[in-house]
């Protein structure tokens, strides 16, 4: 009798433990059509559970992967049973495809976080193991009221700065960056003349395109002084940089002259610390603006205009300019045209070795091939390092490939 029921008893547990097992797997609804959809809704909002949904392809393997390896871990399918309504949908069927364009899908498989009102709260794409899964899952109950409240208050437009910074910071959590980067764009006009001396808002002020018409730069010119004692020379850089980059990015994509007056009167005198920083400044701002709207005429006559003034016969200076040109601006005749003549007049000056082999090198890029041959035969009449001679050995194959 005690063999039979302790048989009995053997049965009956491993029957439990079963379906015990079979319970705490992850338990998926499968979405074909709308009213699959809408009666999955209908239960969230009934029970108070979130939506889990898996968007996946039938030729998937990583999507094969999850539903074998991942969806049948207990502690998983435990939790997520408890929170979640799990739904599965095939996002090549009909009914599929219009929930893809709805949430933007990427890639297979993404697993979507919704709201009861179907708002998407975090996504998942790819594999990710179950322990991380279940955190994940955690991570986004715990916070899934939070994201509602701040989804809701921003399309209404409720936000203000420090609310739009946590909400920023709340969907790089959940790798919602499109969706970060564009509450990122709110917050700059959200800001007041105290946000721009809160450390707080740094990250978010030195991150913004902002131009000399924009908020930013505003704020900081009213209130430069309070600004320069909060922030150190490495971030003035950064937002010097940017501002500045956008500034004449404008300037030079409208052909703007007077927008780059704008840039060299307001912005260079606030961050720049001395005359002659300035004076600098203003002559790169009007380099980069002639050269960039294709002004040569306006780039060649403030180039000599400087060494006729400040380093007249300095012949350094001269292939310095040249070698900018080379670097930046080869691709146009007109400005290796102009670096040419500086080098006429470097050489001149100081028949050295690096001047004589820029002579050559911008000669043969102009078609001058035998005079630029004449100016290596120098090169090579000179006593010369190893260096000098691999460099001489280069150009000179350069030169006779292009003759």
């Not at 409240?149 to 409720?158: L, M």
């Not at 764009?185 to 002020?205: C, F, G, H, R, V």
Request: charged share 25%.
């Amino acid at each position: 009798m005690n063999k039979l029921m302790n048989k009995v008893s053997t049965v009956i547990t491993a029957i439990f433990f079963i379906a015990f097992s079979a319970n705490a797997q992850m338990q998926f609804k499968e979405i074909v059509t709308q009213s699959d959809w809408e009666t999955a809704v209908k239960e969230a909002n009934e029970t108070g559970k979130l939506l889990f949904l898996d968007i996946y392809a039938t030729w998937c393997g990583p999507c094969k992967y999850l539903e074998s390896n991942i969806y049948p871990d207990v502690e998983l399918g435990k939790y997520y049973n408890s929170h979640f309504i799990n739904l599965k949908l095939d996002g090549e069927t009909e009914f599929g495809r219009m929930k893809v364009m709805q949430y933007g899908l990427q890639a297979y498989p993404t697993m979507y976080y919704l709201s009861s009102s179907e708002d998407m709260l975090a996504k998942v794409v790819g594999v990710k193991q179950a322990p991380e899964l279940n955190a994940f899952g955690e991570k986004v109950v715990r916070n899934s009221d939070k994201l509602v409240e701040f989804k809701r208050d921003y399309n209404n437009d409720k936000l203000k700065a420090p609310e739009l910074m946590a909400y920023r910071e709340l969907l790089l959590e959940f790798d919602q960056k499109e969706q970060s980067d564009e509450v990122s764009s709110k917050i700059i006009p959200s800001l007041t003349e105290a946000d721009i001396l809160n450390p707080e808002y740094k990250s978010i002020i030195i991150g913004a395109k902002t131009d000399l018409d924009g908020k930013i730069f505003s704020l900081i010119k009213s209130n430069f002084e309070g600004f320069k004692l909060l922030w150190t020379e490495e971030e003035m850089g950064q937002i010097f940089g940017n501002i500045f980059d956008a500034s004449l990015n404008m300037a030079i994509s409208n052909q703007d002259p007077g927008y780059k007056d704008r840039i060299i009167a307001e912005l260079l005198p606030l961050f720049q610390d001395t005359p002659e920083s300035v004076k600098n400044a203003e002559y790169i701002t009007n380099k980069l603006y002639f050269a960039n709207t294709g002004d040569w005429k306006g780039f060649s006559e403030l180039v000599m205009a400087l060494y006729n003034t400040g380093f007249s016969n300095d012949d350094a200076f001269l292939y310095q300019e040249s070698f900018d040109i080379v670097n930046n601006y080869a691709r146009s005749p007109e400005a290796l045209a102009f670096a040419l003549e500086l080098m006429n007049k470097a050489v001149v000056i100081n028949p050295s070795f690096d001047n004589l082999i820029m002579i050559s090198y911008l000669n043969g890029a102009s078609g001058n091939i035998e005079i630029a041959r004449e100016y290596l035969l120098k090169v090579e009449a000179m006593p010369l390092n190893d260096q000098q001679k691999s460099i001489l050995k280069e150009l000179q194959n350069i030169i006779d490939q292009a003759g």
